[in-house]
T-cell receptor, first 108, second 115 residues
Framework: QKEVEQNSGPLSVPEGAIASLNCTYS??????FFWYRQYSGKSPELIMSIYSNGDKEDGRFTAQLNKASQYVSLLIRDSQPSDSATYLCAVDGQNFVFGPGTRLSVLP | EPEVTQTPSHQVTQMGQEVILRCVPISNHLYFYWYRQILGQKVEFLVSFYNNEISEKSEIFDDQFSVERPDGSNFTLKIRSTKLEDSAMYFCASSGPSGGVNEQFFGPGTRLTVL
């Protein structure tokens, strides 16, 4: 059973701080990794994709991948209250597997 | 900006009835997916579809479920003989070729309530 694990949270950070979200996965053959944001009652929204070891930056978001450690992370710089949502890690091996999500709360 | 659309937004049905959930993927996408999310739980993969056939399916996607692309735009999920535990949000997604084969874009979902 391929698993994707995330801390469920809630992770609370003050406005303007850096939020750090972590994800581990079990399938060593996975090649593609994704972060989605899901507001309550809404559908997942793609934020970032990462395929190679290292960092990938897009605006305030940085995704980090370490395949040897089977670890993916998402950093959100200058966190805003509008970033408050559940962040889903997804891993594409044989099937697309989502983690349970980490609930982020950015406090004004 | 192109987006995935789904209808209806909310479907209420009686246990044992059949429902069809409809999706219109992004027009130049080639890969289509269905997921479900039971309230308070994680998003679960059901099935992927490419070139007019199922490419992968999960253990959840048993004989109760079927998918079809009846024309050039729609992608449907049929659930036969619905059960109480089928109550969930059902999301359609599509991907490729633009933006990468694996980058899946989700529709707004259909909330299915089985009474």
């Amino acid at each position: 059973q391929k698993e994707v694990e995330q801390n469920s949270g809630p992770l609370s950070v003050p406005e303007g701080a850096i939020a750090s979200l972590n994800c581990t996965y079990s399938d060593r053959g996975s090649q593609s990794f994704f972060w989605y944001r899901q507001y309550s009652g809404k559908s997942p929204e793609l934020i970032m994709s990462i395929y190679s070891n290292g960092d990938k930056e897009d605006g305030r978001f940085t995704a980090q991948l370490n395949k040897a450690s089977q670890y993916v992370s998402l950093l959100i710089r200058d966190s805003q209250p509008s970033d408050s949502a559940t962040y889903l890690c997804a891993v594409d091996g044989q099937n697309f597997v989502f983690g349970p999500g980490t609930r982020l709360s950015v406090l004004p | 900006e192109p987006e995935v659309t789904q209808t209806p937004s909310h479907q209420v049905t009686q246990m044992g009835q059949e429902v069809i959930l409809r999706c219109v993927p992004i027009s130049n996408h080639l890969y289509f997916y269905w997921y479900r999310q039971i309230l308070g739980q994680k998003v679960e993969f059901l099935v992927s579809f490419y070139n007019n056939e199922i490419s992968e399916k999960s253990e959840i996607f048993d004989d109760q479920f079927s998918v079809e692309r009846p024309d050039g735009s729609n992608f449907t999920l049929k659930i036969r003989s619905t059960k109480l535990e089928d109550s969930a949000m059902y999301f359609c997604a599509s991907s490729g070729p633009s933006g990468g084969v694996n980058e899946q874009f989700f529709g707004p979902g259909t909330r299915l309530t089985v009474l």
